[in-house]
């Protein structure tokens, strides 16, 4: 496989229950995020791993935890959504800096939250 | 902080007709300036960027834009509009303070018609 890869496609979930979401990137990036975009809104940046700086912006609630176990991998764990939390959860991917290079995406999980 | 205002949520062309898509930027200093697409279902690609030198740019699928300091502008071109060209069209602007974050613009949606 190439590029970012996201798994799965689609979720719907409870609010009680956990799932998590998935990414893989194969383009040897050192860089990982997570975006939420949501309806008429800007794209959200919710977490940074590299190995040099881990953002969180703080406007994430807690029930969003990621987990970046090697520079390949994130996830995106998810427990006791609220139905606001519905939208496409986009990973993706940068080789240093994503600020000057600019990202590589995934096609997204599409998240419904009932 | 660095923000991004694209004006127009929704463009309509014909096809054939001049794409004109505008993207203006507020930055302290000048920054880095990427425009991606976004088709139905999928992720966000990158179309083109402007780092340094040359301020008109060209990108994939026949898009070009200049970057106009005077003007704080970015705005996105093509001279003849294909049905294909349908899709989402975001705006980002480089943090100053990160090494990984973009702002991104609410997005334009251009719709291509026969």
């Known amino acids: 496989e190439t590029g970012v890869t996201q798994t799965p496609r689609h979720l719907v979930m409870g609010m009680t229950n956990k799932k998590s979401l998935k990414c893989e990137q194969h383009?040897?990036?050192?860089?990982m995020y997570w975006y939420k975009q949501s309806a008429k809104k800007p794209l959200e940046l919710m977490f940074v791993?590299?190995?040099?700086?881990?953002?969180e912006n703080n406007s994430v609630p807690s029930r969003f935890s990621p987990e970046c176990p090697n520079s390949s991998h994130l996830f995106l764990h998810l427990h006791t959504l609220q139905p606001e939390d519905s939208a496409l959860y986009l990973c993706?991917?940068?080789?240093?800096?994503?600020?000057?290079?600019?990202?590589?995406f995934g096609s997204g999980t599409r998240l419904t939250v009932v | 902080a660095q923000s991004v205002t694209q004006l127009g949520s929704h463009v309509s062309v014909s096809e054939g007709a001049l794409v004109l898509l505008r993207c203006n930027y507020s930055?302290?200093?000048?920054?880095?300036l990427f425009w991606y697409v976004q088709y139905p279902n999928q992720g966000l690609q990158l179309l083109l960027k402007?780092?340094?030198?040359?301020?008109l740019v060209k990108g994939i699928n026949g898009f070009e834009a200049e970057f106009k300091k005077s003007e704080t502008s970015f705005h996105l071109t093509k001279p003849s509009a294909h049905m294909s060209d349908a899709a989402e069209y975001f705006c980002a602007v480089s943090s100053l303070v990160s090494n990984y974050k973009l702002t991104f613009g609410k997005g334009t949606l251009l719709t291509v018609n026969p």
């Open positions: 791993y590299s190995l040099e700086e881990r953002v």
């Open positions: 383009l040897g990036h050192n860089a």
């Open positions: 402007y780092t340094t030198g040359a301020t």
């Open positions: 930055s302290s200093v000048p920054p880095y």
């Open positions: 993706a991917s940068s080789s240093g800096s994503g600020r000057r290079y600019g990202y590589t």
